[in-house]
């Protein structure tokens, strides 16, 4: 999953940021539709290594819990070494709890593919590559499907990619949280070469496209 040597890491450095450089550097447009909600909100959603995932968002006003975890499979093969033989179903997954009143879901979107992830690769992001690494919102409600389509419509419409948006929207599905070692591995561990290479970037690109919403 993610490259233990800093020789392989860096070696990809170049490669995965590249790749992603189009996408993460464009502004993207807020969502057309994009229904206020109230109370306590949730969001489920997968791209790629959820230490990044899980970072990113963590740096997001109005979230108040980020939780790194599975989807997409079943409880009994929710475990690391089981995903990463990517034959059980499950996606890295965030479940990101948030006050709707400062972070609307469709600016949790906005954010999701701006910076966080690169909505047109498949069943990968970077140098991270299975099935365990898709792109996929994981819609908790009928509101937050019709929001993730619409918004995706807009986008692919708009030609706001190099290539058509891959992101697939899902029901919602049982989330599993991952093994306490994954937890908060971004903030945990700044200096891990995977996290220097692939997500301070990323982070970096949050705060200077989206000022308002981020926070240290």
Known sequence: MKKPLLAVVLATFVLSCGANADAVNKAIPSPELDTPATGTQVAVLAGGCFWGLQGMFEHVQGVTKV???YAGGEKATAHYVMVGTETTGH??????????TQVSYGKLLQIFFA?????TELDRQGPDVGPSYRSVIFAQ??????????????LNA??????????AVAPQAPFFPAEAYH???????????YIVANDLPKLGELKSTFPDLYRD
Do not use: M, W
Not at 115 to 119: K, N
Not at 141 to 154: F, M
Not at 185 to 192: A, E, G, I, K, M
């Open 67 to 69: 939780v790194a975890g």
């Open 141 to 154: 409600d009928d509101t937050q499907q019709k929001i993730a389509n619409a918004y995706i419509a807009q």
């Open 183 to 193: 937890q908060d591995f971004f903030d945990l561990h700044p200096n891990n070469p």
């Open 91 to 100: 996606a890295e997954t965030v479940r990101i709890t948030y006050d709707p």
């Open 115 to 119: 910076v966080v992830q690169d909505p």
């Open 158 to 167: 708009a030609g706001s990619f190099p290539a058509p948006i891959v992101t």
